[in-house]
């Protein structure tokens, strides 16, 4: 893997200490891999900063890159859910990250990131 892209799910098991994604990202940053974390992404998982120490500590990293949902990306998001008849507004920007960095993605949901993207390269956290 060259970029990583992480989903809510990874986020969340940064958050629970995961071995395997602790492994995956220990990987990462030997190889000065950039990793990347849509912000709809952060959204989803950020409740209580005292007890997200590890997320926290995770998103302050200088090789993470929380990636913005401005305008013109919305609008890339909005066409790539009507071309796959789906409506996950979050997936959906996973999907494009990965696709324009050419990145693999850790996801929770499999499934719902290759209904998006079918090509993408694609690990189960």
Request: charged share 25%.
């Amino acid at each position: 893997m060259s970029a990583i892209v992480l989903d809510t799910g990874a986020l969340i098991a940064i958050e629970r200490d995961s071995r395997a994604v602790t492994g995956i990202l220990v990987e990462a940053t030997r190889a000065a891999e950039t990793l990347t974390v849509p912000a709809g992404c952060v959204a989803q998982t950020w409740r209580d900063p005292r007890r997200q120490v590890r997320l926290a500590t995770f998103l302050k990293r200088p090789n993470v890159d929380v990636a913005a949902m401005d305008a013109a990306e919305s609008r890339n998001v909005g066409l790539l859910l009507a071309d796959t008849g789906t409506s996950d507004i979050t997936d959906g920007h996973v999907a494009l990250c990965a696709l324009r960095l050419d990145a693999a993605v850790l996801t929770s949901d499999p499934d719902d990131i290759r209904q998006l993207a079918p090509t993408l390269r694609i690990h189960r956290v």
